[in-house]
C-alpha cells in the first residue's frame, strides 16, 4: 500500500487549499463543497435533490407521480421556489468545512457557525445565496457545461465544421 502524506490535513506539505468566500453580515467566510460535505448532504437528501432545492426547479410529473421525461431521456423540469432550508443547510456545511480547512491550514483554533448565526446575519437575497451554492457545489463534483460537438456538413461540400451546444438538463439515473 501506498503512502499518501498529501491527503493528511495539519501536514507542512499539505497544499493550500484556494477556496472562495461568502458575506455573511459584515463578515467574509471561506465556502468550500468536498466530499466530506457531499457526503452530509447525501445523508439527508439525494445531491439531485439539493441541486433542485438550491435553484428553485421541481421535477414535472404525470397524473400517478412519476417523473416525465422528455425526447432525450432528461427529466422535464419546472420553474419552483427556491428551499430555504436546504440552502441554509448546505451553506452552513460549506462555511463550516471552509473554516475549519482554513483552521488546519492556519494552524488556528476552528470557528464553528450554526443555521441560526448564519439565517440570522445573512443579508443577500436569495437568488444570490443560490447562485454561490450553485457554483461551489459545481466546482467540487467537477460539472462543467456539458459540450456536445456535432459534425456539419454543408449540402454540396465535404468540408465539416464542428459546432458546440450547450446543454445543462438533468438526466434521469
Known amino acids: 500500500m501506498k503512502n499518501f502524506p498529501f491527503l493528511r490535513y495539519g501536514d507542512q506539505n499539505m497544499r493550500k487549499i484556494e477556496m472562495n468566500t461568502v458575506m455573511i453580515g ?3 467566510y471561506p465556502i468550500y463543497c468536498d466530499l466530506y460535505v457531499l457526503d452530509r448532504i447525501q445523508s439527508r437528501m439525494s445531491v439531485n435533490d439539493f441541486e433542485r432545492g438550491i435553484v428553485g426547479v421541481d ?8 417523473p416525465m421525461h422528455d425526447e432525450n431521456g432528461n427529466i422535464r423540469l419546472k420553474p419552483g421556489k427556491h428551499n430555504i432550508a436546504t440552502m441554509l443547510f448546505g451553506l452552513t456545511l460549506m462555511i463550516n468545512e ?5 483552521s488546519e491550514q492556519d494552524h488556528v483554533e476552528c470557528e464553528v457557525v450554526t443555521e441560526k448565526d448564519i439565517a440570522r446575519r445573512c443579508t443577500m437575497q436569495i437568488a444570490e445565496i443560490a447562485v454561490i451554492l450553485h457554483d461551489e457545489f459545481f466546482r467540487c463534483i467537477g460539472i462543467k457545461k456539458k459540450e456536445e460537438t456535432k459534425t456539419k456538413v454543408k449540402p454540396g461540400t465535404t468540408s465539416r465544421k464542428k459546432s458546440t451546444q450547450t ?4 438526466k434521469s439515473t
Not at 59 to 66: C, E
Not at 98 to 102: F, N, P, S, T, Y
Open 26 to 28: 459584515d463578515e467574509e
Open 59 to 66: 421535477i414535472v410529473r404525470d397524473r400517478n407521480g412519476d
Open 167 to 170: 446543454s445543462t438538463s438533468t
Open 98 to 102: 471552509g473554516l475549519e480547512i482554513r
